[in-house]
């Protein structure tokens, strides 16, 4: 359950979330293109391009390192028996080539499309560099796919990149109508899509550009990317795409359908796997805020609403809603807590008292304000204002809120800085398995997936699912991994004694090793509580994760990637950890302050006990806790050696780690500070 904390109430959030489920504050994360400006000139690993082809593996154009020959073959082997494949695949295996590599060999035979899911834009544009270097020696193609805000050139230029999809998707619709039918008001991108196509198509098979390349590429020959992508992926035999278009029922919907529709077979190999589950979690979860309630009711006074119910107007509705909510906040969240688990029914009932009418009697109602929306939307439409109907955007909320009250979502009020909310957390997304039950074979691969058994039984993967785990074939003697006993940050050995320690360990730690130095604590509070204290005892220069301040935090983040004797102080499980990789000097030590368990939460709650009745006792803390919290550390330890030269050490000043030393392959210290000294003296 991969995810950041939020920098406000400290509760968990997932990496598509933008507002926390919690307290409803927008996540500050850095942007795709802030982390990209570190992770694109990443250095890799030495790759020897091969001389001829290689007839076990035809489509890798490296000469194989340790391991890979066995990766390929396993995935193919795989694919060719309608099995899935979830694998665990150290760094240096090079996961990207050799999925790449299998995939191919095995869609070339059979026809289908691969698509290849990423969470982030740098992610796509290493497999668009592989597919360059494939292309030497085989005959293939690949495009990378992004949302219309991030493609559209029109709407950014114009500052509406930032409208919801199903609004600007209205706005497309509307100028490319005026185009085609050659009046006033149209896209001058969409009018030269025909007569540049080949031109583009051309410029993807030469170049295998990535996604800012192409965007540019298609905005110089006057194009719009967005739409000459719906075409050209059609014919390509790779398309990247980010997660939401597989997770997003509408928008893969409309994916498979410029793919070439349902006909066409598809391979889908899922890069850092492990951040899907939680992904497709957030992606059905919703909320209904006093903002929403608020602007609906705002709306009304413009709109003429007739009674939808005898006496009743689309207003009244919409003004109890927000005195239920608060009703419901006051008479059950207690001081000093932000939430409260509602029981079954708790809003409709009261909505159906108030007004005397049944459970069927409320859908239709709620239908009705549904069509109010869009009869206003139809209105704003004929003006050439294709806004989304706040009256409809709540109506859908409601509705969407009706159909929750399953074993599958906990519904729940919960309050923040900016009032009383509904949020309904989905706790078992069945759409994204039903999806991935239906596919004849699939990779699923990370570099921390493990436990395997955890993914395929969440994941509702076939029983003939085939569980892999290959190690880093860099040497071993380059890491090392150690932990001390005597300090903990366990909540109730947590006082001002124990605080003290730590930080007095932290401080000598990074004293004593002139490298750079990366310290990850397990939540924002704990990092700016022991700041003053490690300002005064670190004597070295110091650089700092800002909570709701990106530009600050990257500026100080490349200062100290440029350096070669600083620490960065950061949050264990945000981008840091694991989205930015320091080759070489930008990183060789590592310090992890406390395991970093999840906030608890009503969701974390309702999760452990699923868990626990679907696959025993204990399964429920080990899946929502314990293994989400190991994942976050191994990455954030694997952020050190990212090619077979690096080297690196690792810290963890918590004494609960014995209970996982195992799986981080660490080893007891009685004097880490020694351990360190020793360690790059002999480097």
Not at 221 to 247: R, T, W
Not at 376 to 403: C, H, N, P, Q
Not at 616 to 637: C, H
Request: charged share 30%; glycine share 6%; aromatic share 8%.
């Amino acid at each position: 359950m991969d995810g950041s904390f939020c920098s406000n109430c400290g509760s968990m959030v997932f990496p598509n979330q933008k507002k926390c489920g919690s307290c409803g504050r927008n996540i500050d994360r850095p942007s795709e293109q802030g982390l990209d400006q570190f992770t694109a000139g990443s250095v890799q690993p030495k790759k020897k391009f091969v001389e001829k082809e290689n007839p076990e593996a035809p489509f890798l154009p490296y000469e194989p390192r340790e391991m890979q020959m066995e990766i390929i073959a396993d995935i193919r082997r795989a694919l060719d028996e309608g099995r899935h494949i979830v694998m665990e695949s150290g760094t240096g295996t090079g996961k990207t080539i050799v999925s790449l590599a299998a995939g191919l060999e095995h869609a070339k035979r059979t026809g289908k499309r691969i698509v290849y899911l990423t969470r982030t834009i740098s992610q796509s544009d290493q497999v668009m560099r592989e597919l360059k270097a494939i292309s030497s020696i085989k005959h293939v193609s690949g495009i990378t796919i992004t949302g219309r805000n991030k493609s559209c050139p029109l709407f950014a230029k114009e500052g509406m990149d930032d409208l919801p999809p199903n609004v600007l998707s209205l706005m497309c619709d509307e100028r490319k109508r005026k185009s085609m039918n050659d009046d006033r008001g149209g896209c001058r991108f969409f009018e030269r899509i025909k007569a540049e196509v080949n031109n583009v198509m051309g410029f993807c098979l030469r170049e295998f550009p990535t996604s800012a390349e192409l965007d540019a590429h298609c905005e110089k020959a006057g194009v719009c990317p967005y739409e000459m992508k719906k075409i050209l992926m059609k014919e390509m035999d790779v398309v990247v795409a980010p997660y939401v278009h597989i997770l997003s029922e509408d928008i893969r919907t409309n994916f498979i359908a410029n793919l070439g529709g349902e006909e066409v077979p598809l391979l889908l190999i899922v890069d850092e796997a492990h951040n899907i589950i939680d992904a497709a979690r957030s992606q059905e979860s919703f909320s209904i805020t006093s903002k929403m309630i608020e602007a609906a009711a705002e709306e009304c006074t413009v709109t003429q609403t007739a009674e939808i119910l005898s006496g009743v107007k689309t207003e009244d509705i919409i003004k109890y809603l927000k005195n239920a909510v608060r009703q419901l906040a006051t008479e059950n969240i207690p001081f000093g807590k932000t939430e409260f688990r509602l029981g079954k029914d708790a809003v409709e009932n009261m909505m159906m008292k108030r007004f005397g009418i049944n459970h069927s009697e409320l859908n239709t109602l709620i239908e009705d304000i549904i069509s109010v929306g869009e009869k206003r939307m139809d209105a704003m439409a004929d003006k050439g204002d294709f806004s989304i109907s706040e009256i409809y955007t709540l109506g859908v909320a409601m509705k969407d809120w009706m159909m929750s009250d399953n074993d599958r979502y906990v519904r729940s009020v919960k309050t923040s800085e900016n009032g009383e909310y509904l949020f309904a957390a989905c706790i078992d997304p069945s759409d994204i398995v039903t999806f991935m039950q239906e596919q004849n074979g699939a990779v699923h691969m990370s570099g921390t997936l493990q436990p395997l058994e955890q993914y395929y039984k969440i994941m509702g993967l076939p029983r003939n699912t085939i569980a892999r785990t290959y190690p880093s074939p860099f040497p071993k003697e380059n890491r090392s991994v150690v932990y001390v006993d005597d300090v903990t940050t366990k909540y109730d050995k947590r006082d001002p004694e124990m605080m003290t320690r730590i930080e007095k360990k932290i401080a000598v730690l990074c004293n004593v090793v002139d490298k750079n130095a990366l310290v990850f604590f397990s939540s924002y509070k704990m990092m700016k509580d022991m700041r003053p204290s490690l300002e005064a005892d670190i004597d070295k220069p110091l650089f700092w994760e800002e909570s709701g301040q990106q530009k600050r935090t990257m500026r100080a983040l490349e200062a100290f990637r440029r350096g070669s004797n600083g620490v960065f102080f950061s949050v264990i499980g945000g981008s840091v950890a694991e989205g930015i990789d320091f080759p070489g000097e930008e990183l060789c030590f590592t310090i992890i302050v406390g395991i970093p368990f999840p906030p608890p939460s009503l969701e974390q709650k309702a999760m452990s006990e699923m868990f626990d009745a679907r696959y025993g006792p204990g399964m429920g803390w080990k899946f929502t806790n314990e293994v989400p919290a190991v994942r976050k550390m191994r990455q954030a330890i694997g952020r050190m050696i990212r090619n077979e030269t690096d080297y690196g050490m690792a810290v963890i000043l918590d004494s609960r780690t014995s209970e996982y030393q195992r799986q981080l392959e660490a080893v007891l210290s009685k004097n880490p500070v020694r351990d360190a000294v020793d360690f790059f003296a002999k480097r």
